[in-house]
């Protein structure tokens, strides 16, 4: 199918785009890679009366860290520029890997991770990643900014925290913990797929060995990205041992609501959950144990 009419606009400033923003509200949409927005107008899931482009606003393509070891990365940032920087492939490792798993090449070389979060796809693995590196959010409109913490940006499915008004200007992505290693595992039917099961890890141990600190992120887990603070929290002060991850990945499975998809049940989908997070438990604590090297 080809999508209704609509107007295009394609702002060089950030002042502009808002100023169209606050001026056609929720007639208008961002478009930023339109590797989900262009599908859905496709399919007349979406009918905006303009799309108003993200694409050459300047000051919007960051990718940077500041002293503090905050990543922020910018609108118009695409998930290529961010897969392969050599600063995001050393600090934060956890948000390359997982990329990797995002679609295809093709859709990569044009998709953004704001748009990405934006969309808010419970299935997507990018959100979930937001989510358990504790991510905070630069909503900016007419009116002004706020921050917004990624546990209060995905309300639901398909559903943010932003306004009609606002945009997602920059994403901040706090330093990892020390002595810290991290991991994403997912299955899907396909290479490229949704997947029907995604697990981020992060392990920071203790000068001793034992766990400092552990986080757990599920996509496809519930109506939003979720993470599992109670299998988090049993694994504190333990040993990185095979049944201190195979407790907490039974835990996990109590505190995530898949909802199924069209290639696996409720069931399975829990089941899915469990065996990849305690492999993914295991492979972070590995990795964190290679930097008391
Ligand atoms: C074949 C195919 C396979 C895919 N597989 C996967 C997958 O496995 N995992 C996955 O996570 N995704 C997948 N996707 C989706 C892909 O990751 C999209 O690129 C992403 O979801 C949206 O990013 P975008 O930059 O393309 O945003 P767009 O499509 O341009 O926009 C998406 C939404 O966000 C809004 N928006 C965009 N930027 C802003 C902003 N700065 N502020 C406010 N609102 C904004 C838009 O108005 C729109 O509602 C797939 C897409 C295709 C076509």
Redesign the pocket.
């Given at each position: 199918m080809k999508p209704a009419a609509f107007a295009y606009e394609r702002p060089a400033t950030l002042a502009e785009a808002l100023a169209l923003k606050a001026r056609h509200g929720d007639e208008a949409?961002?478009?930023?890679?339109?590797?989900?927005?262009?599908?859905?107008m496709n399919f007349r899931m979406?009918q905006?009366g303009m799309?108003i482009d993200?694409g050459q606003v300047e000051g919007?393509d960051t990718i940077a860290y500041d002293t503090a070891g905050t990543l922020t990365i910018g609108?118009?940032a695409?998930?290529r520029a961010i897969e392969r920087h050599p600063e995001i492939i050393a600090r934060h490792p956890l948000i390359p890997e997982a990329l990797h798993?995002?679609?295809?090449p093709q859709?990569?070389n044009?998709?953004?991770?704001?748009?990405?979060?934006?969309?808010?796809?419970p299935?997507?693995?990018?959100?979930m990643v937001m989510l358990t590196l504790g991510a905070r959010f630069l909503?900016t409109s007419a009116a002004g900014e706020r921050l917004i913490e990624a546990a209060d940006f995905f309300l639901g499915a398909?559903t943010?925290a932003?306004s009609p008004e606002?945009?997602?200007?920059r994403i901040a992505i706090p330093p990892l913990p020390d002595r810290c290693g991290t991991a994403f595992l997912e299955l899907?039917r396909r290479k490229?797929?949704?997947?029907m099961m995604g697990v981020a890890a992060v392990i920071a141990l203790d000068a001793d060995g034992r766990i400092a600190e552990a986080r757990l992120g599920f996509?496809n887990a519930g109506i939003t990205p979720r993470v599992a603070p109670a299998a988090a929290a049993l694994l504190k002060t333990q040993a990185p041992e095979a049944a201190a991850f195979a407790e907490a990945a039974s835990m996990a499975q109590t505190e995530i609501e898949p909802g199924g998809t069209l290639q696996a049940s409720p069931d399975y989908q829990r089941h899915l959950a469990g065996v990849l997070a305690r492999r993914a438990l295991a492979i972070a604590a590995s990795r964190a144990s290679e930097t008391l090297a």
């Open positions: 949409r961002f478009i930023a890679g339109g590797q989900s927005l262009v599908p859905a979406a905006p799309l993200v919007l609108a118009r695409r998930y798993e995002v679609a295809h859709i990569r044009r998709g953004t991770l704001a748009g990405n979060c934006c969309h808010a796809d299935a997507s693995e990018m959100p909503a398909l943010t932003l606002e945009m997602l200007a899907s490229g797929d949704y997947a996509c």
